[in-house]
């Protein structure tokens, strides 16, 4: 496409290079015709007589005056310029060798006019299509980008206000707690436990965590972490990058009330009352301990 818009636009400039006259004194064509045989001028001046020798009806002659005094004749089928006017005229020139081996230099006026004429026009007809040419791909380019902003932003709209039919499929029942709840629950009936983590930071989809044992369990635990393949009712999940994939777990021992938690991250450790937990560390809960895991911070408290 490149290729052919600068092929078109070479064209036209050498086109309309051959319609640009040159401005020349009539005593330069004088001195060396052949120079400027077939080649088209432009000189000023005036008409200053009419050619005896002209016989043809058809076409008239007369002779040019420059503006410097120098003559040459005119060859036109055109009117004849006014005397005392100063004009610019252009044409062509001819040398023509008669038979007395003299030669005749004349501007041949109409020849000009209509190469002039009719070549302007195919030269500035040429130079219009390349504009729009090279427009072409530009617009194409700025429509398809305009397109493909429109669908990426329906896209976005239609996935963030219709789920998905696997989303439908794999939701499972959900455990009412205040605000919006953190676990998951199977379809059997469980056991809310007493104790529960306040969110005080860095998230934002639940304000709290409530803890339950299923009646087919005999352990008691739970992981926090980000997107790991486990149970979800088991699972507090937590997104944040700055999480851990399996950050920490923590257990209830029934006989004793009491919630021990265990650090796994050592990217961010776990950290109670600002204290980092080693790998494997336990550490057992009181009430308003404060944890925090990665952005996250929670408070632990028994009270409802």
Same mark, same amino acid.
């Given at each position: 496409?490149?290729?052919?818009i600068?092929f078109?636009m070479l064209?036209?400039?050498?086109?309309m290079?051959d319609l640009f006259?040159a401005?020349?004194?009539?005593k330069d064509?004088?001195?060396?015709?052949?120079r400027?045989?077939?080649? =088209?001028v432009s000189?000023?001046?005036?008409?200053?007589?009419?050619? &005896?020798?002209?016989t043809?009806t058809?076409?008239?002659?007369y002779?040019f005056?420059d503006?410097?005094?120098?003559e040459i004749k005119v060859v036109?089928q &055109?009117?004849?310029p %006014?005397?005392?006017?100063?004009?610019e005229l252009?044409g062509?020139?001819?040398?023509?060798?008669t038979a007395?081996?003299t030669?005749e230099?004349?501007i041949?006026?109409r020849?000009n006019?209509? $190469?002039?004429?009719?070549g302007?026009?195919?030269?500035l007809?040429i130079? =219009?299509?390349?504009?729009?040419?090279?427009?072409i791909?530009? =617009?194409?380019?700025k429509i398809r980008?305009?397109n493909n902003k429109i669908k990426?932003?329906?896209?976005?709209?239609?996935?963030?206000?219709h789920p998905?039919?696997?989303d439908?499929q794999?939701?499972?029942?959900?455990?009412?707690v205040?605000?919006?709840?953190?676990?998951?629950?199977?379809?059997?009936t469980?056991? /809310?436990?007493?104790?529960k983590f306040i969110?005080?930071k860095?998230? %934002? /989809?639940?304000k709290?965590v409530?803890?339950?044992?299923p @009646?087919?369990r005999?352990d008691?635990?739970f992981f926090f &972490?980000?997107?790991?393949?486990i149970?979800?009712y088991?699972?507090i999940?937590l $997104?944040?990058?700055?999480?851990?994939k399996?950050?920490?777990?923590?257990?209830?021992?029934k006989?004793?009330?009491k919630y021990?938690?265990?650090?796994?991250?050592?990217?961010? @450790?776990?950290?109670?009352?600002?204290i980092?937990m080693n790998?494997e560390d336990?550490?057992?809960l009181?009430? &308003?301990?404060k944890?925090?895991m990665?952005e996250v911070?929670?408070?632990?408290?028994?009270e409802?």
């Amino acid at each position: 496409m490149k290729k052919s818009i600068l092929f078109f636009m070479l064209a036209a400039i050498v086109m309309m290079g051959d319609l640009f006259t040159a401005d020349i004194q009539v005593k330069d064509i004088n001195c060396d015709p052949y120079r400027y045989s077939q080649k =088209v001028v432009s000189i000023k001046g005036k008409f200053s007589r009419l050619d &005896g020798a002209n016989t043809n009806t058809s076409q008239k002659s007369y002779y040019f005056q420059d503006i410097y005094g120098d003559e040459i004749k005119v060859v036109t089928q &055109g009117p004849i310029p %006014d005397m005392e006017r100063y004009v610019e005229l252009t044409g062509m020139i001819m040398v023509n060798v008669t038979a007395k081996d003299t030669q005749e230099v004349y501007i041949w006026e109409r020849a000009n006019k209509n $190469k002039n004429k009719n070549g302007l026009l195919i030269a500035l007809l040429i130079l =219009v299509l390349c504009g729009i040419v090279g427009t072409i791909p530009f =617009v194409i380019f700025k429509i398809r980008k305009e397109n493909n902003k429109i669908k990426d932003s329906i896209g976005s709209s239609a996935t963030d206000s219709h789920p998905t039919e696997t989303d439908d499929q794999n939701e499972q029942p959900q455990i009412p707690v205040r605000n919006k709840p953190a676990i998951l629950t199977p379809d059997e009936t469980v056991e /809310f436990l007493p104790g529960k983590f306040i969110v005080l930071k860095g998230i %934002d /989809f639940f304000k709290e965590v409530r803890f339950y044992r299923p @009646p087919t369990r005999e352990d008691i635990e739970f992981f926090f &972490g980000r997107c790991f393949d486990i149970e979800d009712y088991t699972h507090i999940d937590l $997104k944040l990058k700055s999480v851990s994939k399996i950050q920490a777990k923590m257990c209830y021992n029934k006989d004793n009330d009491k919630y021990e938690l265990i650090n796994y991250s050592t990217v961010n @450790p776990t950290k109670v009352n600002k204290i980092k937990m080693n790998k494997e560390d336990k550490r057992v809960l009181k009430e &308003g301990d404060k944890i925090e895991m990665g952005e996250v911070s929670f408070l632990f408290t028994k009270e409802e």
